[in-house]
């Protein structure tokens, strides 16, 4: 279990920036993968390193298992190498004089108490085995692929034993077929070791795909956190619908409120959606609708639909993504059947599942959350 309480940090010379930890708090379950997601600067690889001891906070506590590693209020600090921690940076930190066993060995090398050189070989050897690296124990380190380093780092970062694994970035500098597979194995290790873990990264394929828990972050605050399928389908405000994923973000006003829907005139008509908390008649809002909550069609269904022009197409394998003018706004429409064929200027019609509608309150208003703060509809 990790547990973060008022946690504060500031570099030197600068007020709160992006680049800080303002009043951060976090619990991270026991056997639990909590991810830190959010863009450049927003303040989560400096949350890792407080986390691991490489960095001092100003304020705060932090919790690792039952014991207290950090209070600077109680003059409490633990050094890094003294927390039950694991921790792959992003540049792997690789040493080419040394083979992979003597590699994933090194955090044994002058412990306490010390360990038997006979004992050091069969922790590395094991710790390899874990990742499937046991074969290739006394090849030279440069020797290794990308994805065969990652593994080591991996390995490195386990043989303590650790209470907690800090992953920070581990995939960046992969290809993009490496990086998916290794996201597979370490999120499958993760689950099979029971190992508390915080995974740091700016992308979302990478959050949504191995996090227990998803923690948005802007400016150094937690924005919103939550189950991945809930962050991703029904975000609470526009910053984490607008980073997670893409998102149809359209100007609106309340038409009418009424128990279980919420009437929102927009600029290609009107949606009935689900309840937006707080919402009254005359209230400006956006609406958020993900590309793939729309049915697609040449021919103008039975019912109520909207008369679009397709600006262009991308092919991504598996569907179609296509940017259609509607009404003046280009909205972008994702199609899993295939819809080969529809070119620029080609006239379509969409239906929306209103279902799938989010309404948030307009960027501005009273109601509408503040900037990388607490948001003001929950769900």
């Known amino acids: 279990m990790i547990k973060l309480t008022g946690l504060v940090k500031r570099f030197p010379g600068r007020t709160v920036t992006a680049n800080a930890v303002d009043g951060l708090d976090l619990e991270v379950p026991a056997g639990s993968l909590a991810v830190l997601l959010g863009p450049s600067g927003c303040g989560k690889t400096t949350t890792l390193r407080l986390i691991a001891g490489l960095d001092r ?59 038997p050189r006979r004992k050091v070989r069969e922790r590395a050897v094991a710790a390899l085995d874990l990742v499937g690296l046991a074969d290739l124990a006394d090849r030279p380190a440069p020797a290794l692929s990308g994805g065969q ?24 500098n992969l290809d993009a077929g490496l990086r998916d597979r290794m996201r597979d194995e370490i999120r499958a290790m993760q689950q099979r070791l029971g190992i508390t873990t915080v995974f740091v990264t700016h992308d979302q394929d990478e959050a949504l795909a191995v996090g227990d828990e998803v923690v948005v972050m802007s400016e150094g605050r937690i924005v919103e956190k939550g189950l991945p399928q809930d962050i991703y389908a029904w975000p609470r405000t526009e910053f984490t619908a607008r980073f997670l994923g893409v998102s149809n ?30 919402a009254r008649d005359g209230d400006r809002v956006s609406v958020l609708m993900r590309p793939e909550s729309f049915l697609l069609s040449r021919r103008r269904p039975d019912g109520p639909a909207w008369r679009g022009t397709v600006d262009f197409s991308i092919y991504r394998g598996d569907c179609w993504d296509y940017h259609v003018k509607v009404a003046g706004e280009v909205l972008k429409v994702r199609v899993y059947q295939e819809k080969a064929g529809l070119a620029h200027g080609d006239i379509v019609f969409l239906v929306p599942d209103e279902s799938a509608a989010i309404v948030l309150p307009a960027p501005g208003t ?9 948001p003001a509809v929950v769900r």
Not at 78 to 92: D, K, M, W
Request: charged fraction near 20%.
């Open 57 to 115: 906070p100003d304020r705060g506590e932090i919790v690792i298992g039952d014991e207290v590693v950090c209070d600077p209020g109680k003059g409490i600090f633990v050094r890094a190498h003294r927390r039950p921690i694991g921790i792959v940076f992003q540049s792997y930190a690789i040493w080419p004089h040394m083979t992979v066993a003597q590699n994933v060995a090194f955090p044994l090398q002058g412990g306490r108490p010390r360990i």
């Open 366 to 374: 009273a109601s509408a959350p503040a900037p990388g703060g607490a």
């Open 149 to 172: 380093q990652q593994r080591v780092a991996l390995a490195r970062a386990l043989i303590r034993e650790p209470k907690v694994l800090l992953l920070d970035e581990p995939l960046s």
């Open 249 to 278: 973000i359209m100007a609106g006003t309340v038409r009418s409120v009424a128990p279980g829907v919420t009437e929102v005139v927009i600029a290609a008509g009107v949606l009935r959606c689900r309840p937006c908390p707080g």
